[in-house]
C-alpha cells in the first residue's frame, strides 16, 4: 500500500483550514501551519456573514466619482494613510482600470461562483461535526435612509437580480415592524432571504482546526521562511522550527501570502483593504437579522459575543497601528441608526483584507511546482472559504472541478 500523500498547508484562516479538512477527507497526511492560533487573523475579525450576495466588486463605473468625493470627507467610509499612497499607486491604477462595466461584469462572473452557494459549502464542510452550532440561516437587509438612496444603487441591484437576487422592498414604518432596533433615519429594507452568518467567526475556525487534529492532522505554531523546490518542483517547507518535507504545498495566509510569493519568483500585487470592527458587548437589543448599513458601507451582525458593526475601507499598508477617524465614524454611524441601542462595554479590532486589483483570488497552481494558492478574497474570505479548500483539493487530488478556474490562477501574475 502506497503511503498516503503528504500535504502542507500555509494559513490557519478559513480558506487554510477548510483545504486541510478537504484534502485530509480525500486521505492525505496534512501537516497545517500557521505563526498564529487558528481563526486569529483576517477569519477572526471579519463581519460574519455568508455573503452570497457579494459578488459585485469595488470596481463599478463611477468609481473614481465616489472616491473624489470620499477621500476629503472624513464622514465617509473610505479612508487613506496619505504616507502610504506612493507604495500603494501601481496597485491603485490596475484596480481603477477595472471600473468600468465590461470588466465589472467579468468579475461579477466570476465571483458568482465561489458565494452563491456559500451556505452549502459551510454546511458541507461542518457535516457531522459540531462545528455546525455556530451557522445559523438568516435572511439579509440593505438598510437605506429613503428610495432615492436605493435606487441611487441600481447599478449594483441590476446586476443581483439578473443573478436571481431580487429584493423583497420594505418602507416607511414597515422598517421598524421588520427590525424594531432601527431608528428613524432609515425607511427602507432591500431584503433578501435564504442567507446566513456565523455567530463567532474566530471560534468557527478554532474548532475546525480541532476538528482536523482529532481525526488526526497535524498543527504547527511556525512561521514559514522558504520553499525547496528541486526541478522546479516542491521537496518541503523550511520554518523556523525546521524543514519540513511534502509532496504538495498551499499557501493560504491572506496578506502574509504576498511576501512568500516573492521567494516563488511571483509580485503578486495584492494590498491590504484595512477593515474595522466594533463588538457591543451585552447589547440591550439586536436585529433579527444581520444588516448592511449602506450609508455607512458597515456591516451589523448580532453574535454570540454581542453585536458587531463591521466594515470601512481604509488604505495604507499593514505596519501601521490603528487610526481613530474610522473607528470613530463607526461609532458615530451605530448611534444614529441604532440611537435606543445600550451595552456593557465595547471592543475594537483592525485587520487586513488581502486584495487584489482585478478583485478575485488567486485559486490554483503556481506554475507545475506543486504549490497551490488559496487567497486574495478580499471581501469574501469568510464566505468562499470552505469552497476555495475545496478547489483546491480537488485540484491537488486530480478531481475535475465543475467550474473553470482560469479566472483565479496564480499564474496570471507570473
Not at 67 to 86: D, E, G, H, I, V
Not at 101 to 118: C, F, H, M, S
Not at 235 to 253: K, M, P, S, W, Y
Request: charged share 20%; glycine share 10%.
Amino acid at each position: 500500500m502506497l503511503p498516503a500523500p503528504k500535504t502542507i498547508v500555509i494559513g490557519a484562516g478559513i480558506s487554510g483550514v477548510s483545504s486541510a479538512i478537504w484534502l485530509q477527507r480525500a486521505g492525505h497526511e496534512v501537516l497545517l501551519i500557521d505563526k498564529a492560533t487558528p481563526g486569529m487573523g483576517a477569519s477572526y475579525g471579519n463581519a460574519g456573514l455568508l455573503a452570497q450576495w457579494a459578488f459585485i466588486p469595488v470596481t463599478t463605473p463611477g468609481l473614481l466619482r465616489t472616491a473624489a468625493k470620499y477621500l476629503p470627507n472624513p464622514k465617509s467610509p473610505l479612508f487613506m494613510q496619505w504616507s502610504y499612497l506612493p507604495r500603494m499607486l501601481p496597485w491603485l491604477r490596475q484596480f481603477i482600470g477595472n471600473a468600468n462595466d465590461t470588466d465589472t461584469r467579468r468579475i461579477v462572473e466570476n465571483l458568482k461562483p465561489l458565494v452563491t452557494d456559500a451556505l452549502d459549502q459551510h454546511y458541507a464542510l461542518v457535516k457531522d461535526t459540531a462545528a455546525q452550532k455556530w451557522i445559523a440561516e438568516s435572511s439579509f437587509s440593505f438598510a437605506y435612509k429613503n428610495r432615492a438612496a436605493f435606487d441611487a444603487d441600481g447599478y449594483g441591484w441590476n446586476l443581483r437580480r439578473e443573478a436571481g437576487q431580487t429584493p423583497e422592498i420594505i418602507e416607511g414604518h414597515a422598517v421598524r415592524e421588520e427590525e424594531p432596533i432601527l431608528g428613524p433615519q432609515i425607511n427602507l429594507l432591500a431584503v433578501l432571504k435564504g442567507h446566513g452568518h456565523i455567530l463567532n467567526p474566530g471560534r468557527y475556525v478554532a474548532e475546525l482546526a480541532e476538528i482536523f487534529q482529532r481525526a488526526g492532522g497535524q498543527f504547527l505554531t511556525a512561521e514559514v521562511q522558504d520553499f525547496d523546490l528541486t526541478s522546479g518542483k516542491i521537496q518541503a517547507v523550511e520554518t523556523n522550527r525546521g524543514r519540513f518535507d511534502c509532496d504538495h504545498a498551499i499557501l493560504a495566509a491572506g496578506i502574509w501570502s504576498k511576501s512568500l510569493m516573492k521567494k516563488l519568483g511571483l509580485k503578486v500585487p495584492l494590498e491590504a483593504e484595512r477593515g474595522y470592527h466594533i463588538i457591543y458587548k451585552n447589547p440591550s437589543h439586536v436585529p433579527r437579522n444581520p444588516m448592511m448599513i449602506a450609508d455607512g458601507k458597515f456591516a451589523v451582525n448580532p453574535m454570540e459575543t454581542g453585536l458587531r458593526c463591521a466594515g470601512l475601507v481604509e488604505l495604507g499598508g499593514i505596519k501601521a497601528g490603528p487610526s481613530r477617524a474610522p473607528i470613530a465614524l463607526l461609532r458615530h454611524k451605530t448611534r444614529q441608526v441604532f440611537p435606543d441601542l445600550r451595552y456593557d462595554s465595547s471592543e475594537e479590532w483592525l485587520g487586513f483584507r488581502p486584495s487584489t486589483p482585478d478583485s478575485l483570488p488567486l485559486i490554483g497552481e503556481i506554475r507545475n511546482t506543486g504549490i497551490y494558492t488559496a487567497f486574495g478574497h478580499q471581501h469574501v474570505g469568510l464566505t468562499a472559504g470552505p469552497k476555495t479548500g475545496r478547489l483546491v483539493a480537488d485540484l491537488i487530488t486530480d478531481r475535475r472541478p465543475n467550474i473553470s478556474l482560469s479566472a483565479y490562477s496564480p499564474n496570471r501574475y507570473c
